[in-house]
């Protein structure tokens, strides 16, 4: 059985409301569902968000999951393999895009003004 997502059209997405910090995430960097949802322990479904952080945030190890991830950078800087201590790292501007198959190592980040990133998460058929 297949986890679908509601049929949504165009509307206007409340921006000061609906986020949280997902698990594992430090402080300053949260998420808003948009639409859709993982089941993670069954390895099915698909779920698109935001995800925002806070200027000067920043994660100190490498993410890895299980399923497939797109990144778009809608605004902000965010940059890309900094160290535990925030420090190095490659810096992008708005309108880069990152596409990860499952098991791919990405991180650390960090964003220094700030930043909001679009997502979609999904695992591949079976």
């Keep these: 059985m297949a986890v679908n997502k509601e049929h949504k059209e165009f509307h206007a997405v409340d921006m000061s409301t609906g986020w949280e910090t997902p698990p594992g995430y430090p402080a300053g960097i949260q998420q808003k569902i948009l639409s859709g949802a993982l089941d993670e322990p069954n390895k099915r479904g698909t779920r698109s968000r935001l995800l925002r952080f806070a200027p000067g945030v920043y994660t100190t190890a490498p993410f890895v999951h299980d399923y497939w991830e797109e990144v778009y950078l809608v605004s902000g800087d965010l940059t ?24 791919a190592y990405h991180g650390p980040f960090k964003s220094n003004g700030g930043c909001l990133l679009f997502e979609l998460h999904f695992y591949d058929p079976v």
């Design 80 to 103: 890309v393999g900094n160290d535990a201590q925030g420090q190095g790292g490659t810096p992008f501007a708005p309108n880069t895009y990152a596409c990860r198959p499952p098991g």
